[in-house]
């Protein structure tokens, strides 16, 4: 199979991984100003939120950032780059902190979602994607431009990303058969993005729902061989494919 999916802490699981490993890392943390924006009522994506904490995910705090960048630094190889999906708020502390660990930290991508979502000062339509290298990697694409146009996905995964925005951004940064790593995968649509376009891929969540629709949706694209004629074993909560 060419994805391997797994249940863990977003931290300890690249922690397990071999150093200089992966080719690419595109993520989306659920930041810690997710709960200030759902209690002033202006997103929707935490609807089903209990206090600090809901049903789908746990918000990352922003003072573990340096803990996940140096990790995600460390499992990088060489030339090699990393997206981080945010808003405003936490690109201002995301920044320094990729810096700081040794990243080059090049600008910051717009994801325009063409329609306004809720709010109350300049509803926002946008996110940002913040593009992180390591050492020196030519993009594919150099004409591309630095705003990525997709509607937003409706009715799915809470913060659930178009596949459109991740393949542009695979695209770009690697070569067929180079390995995509998502530490916070949702839904799985990195994935997806990452096998439709002859990539290998490396996830992590830890949420059921996560892992039961990110793996139902990734086997429909790279079904598990069956050469012994049994049943698909299931790993540990580790290591779940």
Request: net charge neutral; hydrophobic share 40%; glycine share 8%.
């Amino acid at each position: 199979m060419r994805f391997q999916l797994s249940q863990s802490d977003a931290v300890t699981w690249l922690e397990a991984m071999p150093s200089e490993s992966v080719d690419l890392v595109v993520t989306d943390p659920p930041y810690e100003s997710l709960e200030k924006h759902r209690a002033m009522g202006t997103t929707t994506r935490l609807k089903v939120s209990k206090g600090s904490s809901n049903e789908w995910f746990r918000i990352f705090p922003n003072d573990r950032f340096e803990d996940l960048f140096r990790q995600v630094y460390r499992v990088l190889r060489r030339d090699r780059h990393f997206y981080l999906f945010c808003d405003a708020e936490t690109a201002f502390v995301a920044k320094p902190i990729g810096e700081r660990v040794g990243f080059k930290f090049w600008k910051p991508l717009v994801w325009d979602k063409k329609q306004i979502g809720m709010g109350y000062h300049y509803r926002s339509r946008y996110e940002f994607i913040l593009f992180f290298e390591k050492g020196k990697r030519r993009l594919h694409d150099l004409g591309m431009a630095d705003i990525i146009e997709a509607a937003r996905v409706r009715n799915g995964y809470p913060t659930e990303k178009p596949v459109r925005v991740s393949e542009d951004l695979i695209g770009q940064s690697t070569e067929p058969g180079e390995t995509v790593a998502d530490p916070f995968m949702g839904s799985g649509s990195v994935g997806v993005a990452a096998l439709g376009l002859g990539r290998v891929f490396l996830g992590n969540d830890v949420s059921d729902a996560s892992l039961s629709l990110a793996r139902e949706r990734l086997a429909e694209i790279d079904p598990p061989c069956n050469l012994a004629g049994d049943s698909l074993a299931v790993g540990s909560s580790a290591d779940l494919w």
